[in-house]
């Protein structure tokens, strides 16, 4: 099984690493909202009396994994309208690690994206507090893999309507991004909207990581957000492995 998943893992990670601009132009969009609304966020009610970036920067972050993520799985999409998965089936390789492999390798351009924005903020302001990064980086791998392993579900069940895909993927992308906190504060919203952000399982994911690049690393934040990451990643791979081993 290990020796699957192995085999998938670095088939998935090739391109990545041949073409290291595809990791760097799926930032595009969570760059361009750090540069032109991060400014705007200074003194903003809920921000914190600190820097706006110091505020920002974590649910950049977790924007860009949830991007990059929902996304792959227009690459598996791909395979099986050329053929390709197809030929991947009738190999040896186990089911279930053709799922596993794939979801693996989004913890690769995850880790490649976060220090790249982190490397780009620190010259203005930002403060880098490299334990609690580290230990987000980890919640946020584990997020990666359920992101990811959701997308490739959805990819899986829209194989003879592409469409599909694009429209589920949008509709569900953006309402979980603005429900979690990502671009403004929710905490003085309306009780529904306040209802809304705590079903979402992202926004522990956003408030754990804000609090470990603040340097906090022993706290309950961190705790429920590792716990919303890891029941993510379950369900994402209990569908996507699912979803694999009835593939045809």
Same mark, same amino acid.
């Given at each position: 099984m290990l020796s699957d998943v192995f085999t998938v893992f670095s088939r998935e990670l090739r391109p990545v690493l041949r073409d290291?601009?595809?990791?760097? &132009? /799926?930032?595009?969009?969570? @760059?361009?909202?750090? +540069?032109?609304f991060g400014p705007l966020l200074s003194g903003f009610p809920g921000t914190g009396t600190g820097s706006a970036l110091q505020w920002f920067v974590p649910g950049i972050i977790v924007m860009s994994?949830? &991007?990059? +993520?929902? &996304? !792959? *799985?227009?690459?598996?999409?791909?395979?099986?309208? !050329? +053929?390709?998965?197809e030929r991947m089936l009738v190999t040896p390789l186990r089911r279930s690690a053709l799922l596993i492999g794939r979801a693996l390798k989004e913890i690769v351009p995850m880790i490649m994206q976060a220090v790249i924005i982190v490397a780009v903020c620190v010259p203005f302001g930002f403060e880098l507090?490299?334990?609690?990064? @580290?230990?987000? @980086?980890?919640?946020?791998?584990?997020?990666?893999? *359920?992101? *990811? /392993? %959701?997308?490739? !579900? %959805?990819?899986?069940?829209s194989k003879n309507q592409d469409w599909l895909f694009w429209t589920v993927q949008q509709t569900l992308l953006f309402p979980a991004l603005l429900l979690a906190g990502i671009l403004l504060p929710v905490d003085d919203g309306p009780g529904w909207l306040r209802a809304l952000a705590q079903a979402n399982p992202l926004s522990?994911?956003?408030d754990a990581t804000r609090v470990l690049?603040?340097?906090?690393?022993?706290?309950? !934040?961190?705790?429920? +957000?590792l716990a919303?990451?890891?029941?993510?990643a379950a369900v994402g791979l209990f569908t996507g492995i699912r979803a694999m081993r009835r593939s045809s």
């Open positions: 290291p601009f595809s990791v760097v &132009f /799926s930032m595009i969009q969570p @760059l361009v909202f750090l +540069g032109l994994c949830l &991007f990059s +993520g929902s &996304f !792959t *799985g227009s690459n598996l999409l791909f395979e099986l309208q !050329t +053929g390709s998965h507090h490299v334990a609690g990064v @580290l230990v987000a @980086l980890v919640i946020l791998a584990v997020l990666a893999i *359920g992101i *990811g /392993s %959701l997308s490739y !579900t %959805l990819a899986l069940a522990y994911v956003v690049f603040s340097g906090e690393i022993a706290s309950v !934040t961190v705790v429920q +957000g919303a990451a890891a029941a993510v």
